[in-house]
Each structure stands twice: as C-alpha cells, then as structure tokens.
C-alpha cells in the first residue's frame, strides 16, 4: 500500500546577490535545507508585504540592507521532510535580484525562529545537492541561463543533513 503524502507548503521571498564571481548565502541551522548554503529570506509575517519581508529577512540574516532591483520570478521545490505530521515540503521561492546599500556581514542576532548561523561568500564550484539548498541551485542556474525552471523540481531523495557539521564550521 502506498503512503499518502502530506505536503507543509511553505511560501518565501529570497534574495540574489551577485558579486565578483560569488553569491551571498547563509548557512542554514533548522528545516529541510539544515547544515546546507541557502539564500537570505525566508517567511512573511502577518500582514507583511513582499518586499518589507524580503529587506527585513535579508538584513535579520546577513546584517546588509539592500536595494530590491528587480523580480526573477518564482520556484516550487518539493522533497521529503518529515516534520510535525507531514511528510514533504512543498516550498514557494519568489526570487528578487538584490544589491547591498549599507550594514555590515555580521552574525545573526539568535530569537525563535532564526534560521542563519551567518552568511557568506561562494562560488558556484561550492554549490552541489550536499552543500546547498534548492534556492542556491536555482539561483546559479538563473545566473548562468538568465531563466528559472517553470516546472516543479522534485528532490525525491532528499537527505536532511541533521548531524552534519555547517557549511561555516567545517
């Protein structure tokens, strides 16, 4: 007898920020993408606009303020995450392509709910399906395409990486 999936759908505004040759990720320390590189954002609060949620999810994780300069458009992601009563993720990527306007790379301030252990810098040679998260290798691939998939990628063997050291602390 097959199992029924029970999808959480998670919905989140991330940012591309593209400098000299390197992305600006953070290292990700809870959810489905934990101990791997994924992009500064994250969830909306109640009543929270696009963009207000992105600005302020980008500087809680990297300590920059940024500049929104355009829509990229969006991603859906679905892969296996036992969590609460579900059994998959089926999480909700709107991209923006960002700039850096002021604030500093600093570690995250930590409250419930805060997902960074810090960001940082890396080339496309350090995003692989081990090192980093969906969004990082969409996000590469829309750097080196200039187009994001409109299909749905499936990670059908996903590999939550609870007992691996962070991509910052290896």
């Not at 949620?53 to 990297?62: G, Q, Y």
């Not at 200039?146 to 059908?156: F, Q």
Request: hydrophobic fraction near 40%; glycine fraction near 8%; aromatic fraction near 12%.
């Amino acid at each position: 007898m097959t199992e029924t999936k029970r999808f959480h759908r998670a919905f989140g505004v991330y940012g591309i920020c593209y400098q000299e040759g390197k992305l600006l990720v953070i290292s990700k320390n809870g959810g489905p993408y934990i101990n791997r590189y994924d992009l500064p954002g994250g969830s909306l609060e109640d009543g929270e606009p696009l963009l207000h949620a992105l600005k302020r999810e980008f500087h809680e994780e990297t300590g920059f303020d940024i500049a929104v300069e355009k829509n990229i458009g969006v991603c859906d992601f679905m892969l296996p995450w036992q969590w609460k009563t579900f059994t998959d993720v089926h999480h909700i990527a709107v991209f923006y392509l960002v700039n850096i306007i002021g604030g500093t790379l600093s570690t995250p301030k930590i409250f419930e709910g805060q997902d960074s252990d810090g960001a940082l810098w890396i080339s496309e040679e350090e995003a692989t399906i081990d090192t980093a998260s969906p969004l990082v290798l969409a996000a590469f691939a829309w750097l080196r395409k200039g187009e994001l998939d409109l299909n749905v990628i499936k990670y059908d063997s996903w590999k939550i990486k609870r007992e691996a050291a962070s991509p910052l602390k290896e």
